[in-house]
């Protein structure tokens, strides 16, 4: 059989490092593949005002699939300055590559799973009856709708003439903000399609039924955004109706999951819910089975089968320059697991967690995170294990 392609996206800062460790996991695993780099980032902003140049996306429509590690961006007046003196004439605008991706192949799927390993020191933990601790066992796949919603970009600060018309004619509107002028609105608009929503719902239960998880969970706010959260639910309850009356359908606010995620994370299975909603509820998740360095994602087209998989970490500057990188990598090797499910090579991706899961247990490597000290570069002299150490003992568990 021939080797799998795969494009690298290291990125910025601690993305690279991660990344190179990670490919010397896969190695190790067994996953045999061609790595072709892709240029993405703060660099090729700066070198040529472009941080997702053509020939990036032109390599990801080839082999469609792409192992990213993280990108720096900085704001307006910074991305302005650091761009090449020549191109400051252009009137170039940065944009993040990473929104980029996703708006050029339409990765509308989102996957972030949440789950606990044993022995992790980050997990969270309660207190139960009669002052016993306990450690609730994670394990959540959650689904967000990637491009639309909050996030679709569509909004106004003194909106013109005809969206404020438009606005005029919801009595809501006239009712709680007719006597505002106009200069003094800011709309931000949340559009849900029935194509997108139907997709991401699909693909929840999709998973829910070839995970075996008993439910899927809506996690909107039907009862107050009754157009967009009420169409999410109820289609769901069509889908769940037709399609997979063996999986359970529930539906949480949002703001009530927040609270019932400390109360009983281990309740859960799987969550799908729109962009903004499903960005936060990944988030406290990912805060109960150990944070960035532990959180991972996949972002994918079902339609054509690309997908981009990476840590939900950013580049973290401040270590990215460390003679000896301390981050843990262990959220970008989660992240080429799903990759690798998602090419359908699930046997690696088992011998993979179940390295990572071997050497949490044991707890005799652990980066600074995991040892709960302040990451500082003396962190490896104290007793944290690098980067490259983390990806040498799972590559011995391996
Ligand atoms: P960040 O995720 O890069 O770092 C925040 C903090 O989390 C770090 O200072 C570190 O304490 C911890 N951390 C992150 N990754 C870790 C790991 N693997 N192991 C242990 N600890 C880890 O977020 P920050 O500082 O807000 O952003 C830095 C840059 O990254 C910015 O330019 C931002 O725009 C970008 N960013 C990029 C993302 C991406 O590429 N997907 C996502 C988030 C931020
Ligand atoms: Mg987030």
Known sequence: MSKRTIVTLPGDGIGRTVLEETIRVLDAAGFEANYIEGDIGWKFWCSEGNPLPQRTLDLLEKHKIGLFGAITSKPKDEAFDELKPELQEKGLVYSSPIVGLRQHFGLDICLRPCRTYKGNPLNFIKRGAGGTVEEPEVDVAIFRQNTEGLYGGVEWSNPPKQVYDALMTHPKFVQNFGDTSVEEISVSTRIFTKKATERILRAAFDYAKKY???????????NVIRETSGMMYKMAQQIQKADFPEI??????????????????????????????????????????????????????????????????????????????????????????????????????????KAVADVVKEGKVRTYDMAKMPGRADVVERGAASTKQMADAIIAKL
């Open 212 to 222: 075996g998880y008993k439910s899927v969970t809506v996690c909107e706010k039907p």
């Open 248 to 353: 359970e359908l529930w539906n949480t606010n949002i703001d009530a999951q927040m609270m019932w995620l400390t109360k009983n994370p281990e309740n859960y299975g799987v969550i799908v819910a729109g962009n903004m909603f499903g960005d936060i509820v990944s988030d406290g998740f990912a805060g109960l089975i150990g944070g960035l360095g532990f959180a991972c994602s996949a972002q994918y087209n079902p339609e054509t089968g690309i997908g981009v998989f990476e840590p939900t970490h950013g580049s973290a500057p401040k270590y990215a320059d460390y003679s000896v990188s301390i981050v843990n990598p262990i959220a970008m090797v989660e992240s080429a697991c799903m990759m690798l499910d998602f090419i359908d090579e699930p046997d690696i991706a088992k011998r993979m967690r």
